[in-house]
């Protein structure tokens, strides 16, 4: 099975842990374990904590357009998710989740003006196949309420990842790009639009964040493109 390399090495160091801990398994059993990868999208929270069966994913908050830095190890099976306020304790969202063992999830947070919601997605890294000179993008449309849905390219010097458009909460799945230098432009013809150039290397993952909301004149909260690296894929 297929892991990508930047997290399989704390996956086995927290897996070990876990069964030194519990005395009524096998020794040297490996504790079932997946790994979240958690997103703060909502421009007007400056800062959310994210509970899973009541106990907080990091020790610290995750600030606007903030994430865990990379991918959690996390219990599996269903889990209650919950997402709060990190200056009110006010609970912005409840869900649930199921996670299976060694797969990789998201859990985007979006929305504004008291509606939020949470997305969790399976990002089915172990399905990914490497080949020479390509890598993978993805992307989120999380522009809070946008009533015209923008279009969303993805482009290098040999072709389109992405050409269409996108309504509010997309998650797109996983899409091979040329290595190198790639162009993202979000435009809705109307008051949403913006463009970034980033530079991706062979066998590894991105998730392009495509966060902000519509006429913000606040350059903090405007419509903007951020990207993270996911991890390297290995065959």
């Known amino acids: 099975m297929k892991k990508i390399s930047s997290y ?9 842990v876990f069964s030194a801990c519990k005395k009524d398994e096998t020794p040297n059993t490996p504790t079932p374990v997946a790994g979240l990868m958690a997103f703060n999208l909502a421009p007007d929270k400056e800062a959310i904590g994210v509970r899973l069966s009541g106990n907080y994913l990091t020790n610290s908050p995750i600030g606007y357009n903030g994430y865990t830095g990379n991918y ?5 099976g269903a889990r209650d998710i919950t997402v709060l306020d990190a200056n009110s304790g006010t609970i912005l969202s409840n869900t649930t989740g199921n996670f299976a063992d060694s797969m990789y999830y998201s859990l985007f ?16 890294l172990n399905n990914l196949t490497v080949t020479s000179g390509q890598a993978f993008v993805r992307y989120i449309n999380a522009i809070p309420d946008s009533s015209i849905t923008p ?5 290098s010097g040999e ?3 992405f050409d269409s458009n996108a309504a509010f909460g997309t998650v797109s799945g996983f899409a091979k ?3 190198g230098n790639i162009d993202i432009k979000v435009s809705n013809g109307d008051n949403i639009i913006a463009s970034r150039s980033i530079a991706v290397d062979e066998a590894k993952a991105y998730t392009i964040l495509i966060s902000g909301m519509q006429g ?14 996911n991890g390297t894929i290995t065959p």
Do not use: C, E, R, W
């Open 177 to 179: 790009i040329k290595a």
């Open 151 to 155: 279009k969303i390219a993805i482009s």
């Open 8 to 16: 399989f090495m704390g996956l086995v160091v927290v897996a070990m």
């Open 216 to 229: 913000a004149t606040d350059t903090t909260k405007a419509v903007q493109i951020k990207y993270i690296t």
């Open 159 to 161: 072709g389109s990842a």
């Open 72 to 76: 959690l190890p996390v219990y599996t």
């Open 109 to 124: 947070t979006v929305g504004k003006n008291g509606s939020y919601h949470t997305i969790l997605v399976n990002d089915s």
